[in-house]
Nanobody, 119 residues
Framework: QVQLVESGGELVQAGGSLRLSCAAS????????MGWFRQAPGKEREFVAA????????NYEDSAKGRFTISKDNAKNTVYLEMNSLKAEDTAVYYC????????????WGQGTQVTVSS
């Protein structure tokens, strides 16, 4: 099995930056894609960004393009989400997720980390 542990969420002022981390452990060889999702109060969980396990291909939700950067440290099996120019609407619980090879969707999730942006 694969375990995902997020960290890095905190309270930050609008315009500030944060870097979230997601450490993967266990049977990481089975992972195909890693992604970041977020869920704001009263809203559905939404996709933010994704990166393939080799760290060579990325994909972003439109509101994240130009402000957020997803990256991966292959040696540490850790995926990062660098968030800049944060806005109040970025406030949410951010979840790391993994999609295994052959899976139709993300099937492994972390516990989430809270990001609060004060305006």
């Amino acid at each position: 099995q694969v375990q995902l542990v997020e960290s890095g969420g905190e309270l930050v002022q609008a315009g500030g930056s944060l870097r979230l981390s997601c450490a993967a452990s266990g049977r990481t060889f089975s992972i195909y894609i890693m992604g970041w999702f977020r869920q704001a109060p009263g809203k559905e969980r939404e996709f933010v960004a994704a990166i393939d396990w080799t760290g060579t291909r990325t994909n972003y939700e439109d509101s994240a393009k130009g402000r957020f950067t997803i990256s991966k440290d292959n040696a540490k099996n850790t995926v990062y989400l660098e968030m800049n120019s944060l806005k109040a609407e970025d406030t949410a619980v951010y979840y790391c997720a993994a999609r295994k090879a052959g899976a139709a969707s993300y099937d492994l999730w972390g516990q989430g980390t809270q990001v609060t942006v004060s305006s």
